[in-house]
Nanobody, 128 residues
């Protein structure tokens, strides 16, 4: 089970840190992805962390502003979000993928259908 938290209301230029804590599984054995969904839009991948391949990447829209990290001792993945703007508003979900964890290819890391365990989402609102 995944528990996402840390969302809230923030003004443009502000920051938030999201957390995704797992129970019953060890996040070191999965690829972890952060996704978001804005009202009326499709779910999009934001960042992923693959500890097996030591691989991290971000969608271009957040590069340089967001940082994904993992604390194995706490079995938690974080998403530090700086320089937030209204386009970052949405519900943020964390998810795990076993198939992507073992995949040597990095072409489908933001494909939601390849993630099989999802947290409940946490709402991020960026507005003045």
């Amino acid at each position: 089970q995944l528990q996402a938290s840390g969302g809230g209301f923030v003004q443009p230029g502000g920051f938030l840190r999201l957390s995704c804590t797992a129970s019953e599984i060890h996040l070191d054995s999965y690829q972890i992805g952060w996704f978001r969904q804005a009202p009326g839009k499709e779910r999009e991948g934001v960042a992923y962390y693959n500890s097996r391949g030591d691989s991290i990447d971000y969608t271009d829209r957040v590069k340089g502003r967001f940082t994904i990290s993992k604390d194995s001792a706490k079995n938690t993945v974080f998403l530090q979000m700086n320089g937030l703007n209204p386009e970052d508003t949405g519900i943020y979900y964390c998810a795990t993928s076993e198939i992507l964890y073992y995949s040597p290819f990095r072409t489908q890391d933001f494909t939601p259908d390849l993630y099989d365990r999802w947290g409940q989402g946490t709402l991020v609102t960026v507005s003045s």
